[in-house]
């Protein structure tokens, strides 16, 4: 069984399509593109979340990298897709930002309503798509916990080498 895809077009300064792009997940998934950001050198950052359900339905936040054309960055985590863990079987994908080095942030809520920041290398260098264990804990931050509920949302910005993160009901 073959589940969704995350997929987009990529639009010129005028609004025409002038390119498309699609990653087709292994295995019957369901894959939910939720947000993206371009880098200084025009590559695509899609973060979304990715249900397994094989696995009883783990759910886990996903990056994948693409060309300014369109082409999946193979280069990128592994094999143009990084998965983003927060150590619990369910998380939520809430926010994606860079940083001013070309760094991804991605914040999300893991099982228990905690807040959590990753920090994964950007760019095209032979790191791009693996977590920066120099941030945080092994990667991530563990800000606190947020009410649950399905207003609640956390959004990460980046300025310079520092960010900023906002919980919003």
Not at 69 to 74: E, M, R, Y
């Amino acid at each position: 069984e073959q589940g969704t895809n995350f997929g987009g077009a990529i639009l010129n300064g005028a609004g025409a399509v002038v390119g498309t792009f699609n990653t087709d997940f292994i295995g019957p998934t369901m894959d939910q593109g939720a947000a993206s950001v371009i880098d200084s050198s025009g590559r695509i950052i899609v973060a979304g979340v990715q249900t397994n359900h094989l696995d009883g339905d783990a759910q886990h936040i996903v990056l994948s990298h693409y060309s300014a054309s369109g082409v999946l960055d193979t280069t990128f985590g592994t094999n143009g897709v990084a998965v983003v863990t927060f150590g619990t079987r369910v998380e939520n994908f809430q926010s994606l930002a860079l940083d001013s080095n070309g760094n991804i942030l991605v914040a999300g809520l893991d099982a228990n309503n905690s807040i959590k920041v990753t920090r994964y290398f950007g760019g095209s260098a032979p790191t791009a798509g693996t977590v920066d264990m120099s941030f945080g804990t092994a990667g991530t931050l563990a800000v606190g916990v947020i009410p649950a509920d399905f207003q609640s949302a956390v959004r990460v910005a980046a300025a310079h080498r520092r960010f900023g993160l906002r919980a919003l009901e």
